[in-house]
């Protein structure tokens, strides 16, 4: 059948006539499968959602109890019909939970990426490539200028202002969910020990990661009252970007702003935010990501959504692979 | 490279003093020789390159990249060498390299290429670099490095690498030159103190401390001299050996926009004083505003319709040299008397000799401090009859005694919030008074303070700042500012500049946010007029908004 009525795009998301649900709704549906537990992609109210575990108990710890009627849980690589078509979910890499979407009738399989990238996390499982005839793409960071360096160097500067500006405290700017636990990790294998303070917003997604297997080693409550300011000389802090240009920041000494995200490779994003010590740690795929994974996985056609869709489908052209923008609405820059 | 980008990178980004010169300092004192002395003149600005032409570096990039995909880059960037730093790919084959190449190399491989193989040794060592360290080397061949250190920041790094006074520094600094080895085995303690052959070095100056509270009541008048303290920079004009230099007060070289004044140095030895615009008073003409000698700042060469428009002088304040005869030791009248003798030779249109301001009282004093004859004054300097010429600042031998600031009533327009201790709170505003544009009162922004306000004050301007906001541009908000409704400040300041930067075509000298008047609206805050009559500025003075200065 034709790719273009198995799925399309419509105001509430991409929908799937045949399976009668949606991937990623921006609004209440009745059926929606969720590719991961981002605000963005995962929101409250539809009555039956189905995910993997993980981003099921993601969207309970985020939305409560009564996020939704019902659920299903995805077991990756596990094959389930839904009305006329077979859908399946694997791997994606890009925070703990996250999925593709396979989606499969009468011999034509598209394959929703969600949001993907291609390095190594130690917070979540790889992205494993889906042969199939479409493969919608997103590209947060589509732009030949995104060549995110090797998250380990990241660390290192971090690690090296601690030791320059040990009066200072470093106040990490990080989502709160994949990229504050992804951060920590990091800084566990590179050998830093001493205990990190997290963001009230945190705590209760790190304690998820733990019981998941992932260790953070000692994380405590970045809430001391004002009179202790100098205990937080030299740590760590992690919260959510948002929170230190509020008066929640007041209360460290001298803080060293830090923002860990792909956005931080263009210097002027980091000057506009006031960022002293730009980490580029991006959990999307950056531009050479993007066009290997599609290289690799030689779809027939290639669909591009959120980000910017005008160089990929570009550079799509350049290589003789069809592809063509999907404009879907909603969806964020991460960190925008 | 990657050490001197990461360091350019982090220098850009951070903007407390103190921090910048910890980034500096750890780097020298990490670096090899000559990395560090070429990147020591990268910062100082004392790296010269062959420059390469951005067309040059376009063509490189496409001939590697499809046209319309470089276009969304570029659109997406903003800027040509920061575009090309992150699109660049070294082909396939040249991906295995051998490490980070140092700075030193790439500087010398630029020194020695002829001008027709620039072109592919640019190529290769873009192959070469990685991320940062191609966006310093694009910056460095373009000319287009700018990282916010001042001079005298870089020094100071230098003077805590060493454990050495900064003073140190600027006397030698002239006398060195790239990549600085004999200077970095100094400040390591593996060598001596360099020691310089050239004449007309820059000499570090001697520096007033304010007056403060108590100061004058314990001390003598009959004691002191006292000059009036003019607005214009402080300078040191050295003429030694045939070679003639014009020095800044923290020893930049200045020479290549005043050739009037080195032209018409035609005595020996080293002078201080204070390099104006306008007339001597031994020609009787005016002393012309720090917004004059503004036109003729911070340019490597000058035109001769400048020159003629605002014609430069220097009034001296102290004689160092007299020909080869170290003056310093002397005290300050046998030195004055000499300066004197100089300057009565000298060219009178470009020399005069600061007057002295007759007094018998502190009191007396204060009054003259207050009201002083000529508006291109700032206050008074009192020197100890009997000091000796020291450098740097030690309280005693010389005062500055500041005439009173100018006070207006302005308008909060926008707030960005701070750095440090205060990246959470709005702390740095701009603020504006009212003038007529096309027939209508609006508000043009005048200055920008970060200081003056206590702790208290500033959590009634963040939360003011907060509830009030229009419009949010990065980190810059907009402030509500009508005519009835918005915050009144009042703002102190030393005196006026041209800028094109702001559309009133001035900005105030050193302003600070004195008091908050939750008592006034808007539309009783002060006018542009008000504030051009105030320090004498003529209107028909001022550069037109986005003219060039
Ligand atoms: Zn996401
Ligand atoms: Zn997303």
Redesign the interface.
Known sequence: MKPETLLYPTPKGLYCEKGGFYIDPVQPVERALITHGHADHARAGHSHVMATRETLDIMRIRYGDAFCTSTQEAILGARTPIGDITASFHPAGHVLGSAQIAVEANGTRIVVSGDYKRRRDPTCLAFEPVPCDVFITEATFG?????H?DDRGEIA?LLTSLK??PERAHLVGAYSLGKAQRIIALMREAGYDAPIFIHGALARLCDYYESEGIGLGDLRPATIDASDKQSFAGAVVVGPPSA???????RF???V?IFASGWM????R?????????MIISDHSDW?ELIATIGEIKPGEVWVTHG?E??LV??CQ?QGIAARPLHLVGYDDEGE | MRAFA?LL??L????QRN?KI??MT?YFRAAPDPDRGYALAAIAGTLTLKTVKPNVLRQLVLER??E???R??YD????LA??IS??W?PPAESKTTTGDLSLGTVVHQLETAGRTNVHGLVRDLLDQLE?SSRFAFLKLITGGLRIGVSARLVKQALANLGNVDITEIETLWHGLSMPYVPLFQWLDGKADKPELDMPAIFHAVMLATPVGDNDLASLDPKDFAAEWKWDGIRVQLANLAGTRRLYSRSGDDISGAFPDILEAADFEGIIDGELLVGGTMRTNRATRAFSDLQQRLNRKTVTRKMLEEYPAFIRGYDLLFSGGRDMRPENFLTRRAALSALIEKAAPSHFDLSPLVPFSSWEELDRLRKDPPDPVIEGIMLKRLDSPYTSGRSKGPWFKWKREPYNVDAVLMYAQ?G???R???YSDFTFGVWTKDDGKDVLVPVGKAYFGFTDAELEVLDRYVRNNTVERF??VRSIRAEAGHGFVVEVAFEGINVSSRHKSGVAMRFPRISRLRTDKLPQDADRLETLLAMIGQPETNLAQPGEPI
């Open positions: 732009l030949p200028v995104f060549h360096p500067k320059q500006f230190f240009a509020d008066k929640w920041a007041r000494p001298d803080p702003p490779l263009v210097r002027q980091a000057k506009q935010r006031g960022v002293e010590l730009p050479p910017r005008e160089a570009r550079w350049l | 990461e990178d982090r850009v980004l951070t903007p921090a910890k980034l750890d990249m499809d319309v995909l470089f969304y880059s997406y960037v903003g800027d920061e575009t992150l699109v790919e991320g919030r750095h440090g201790k990246s959470s709170y990065g980190p």
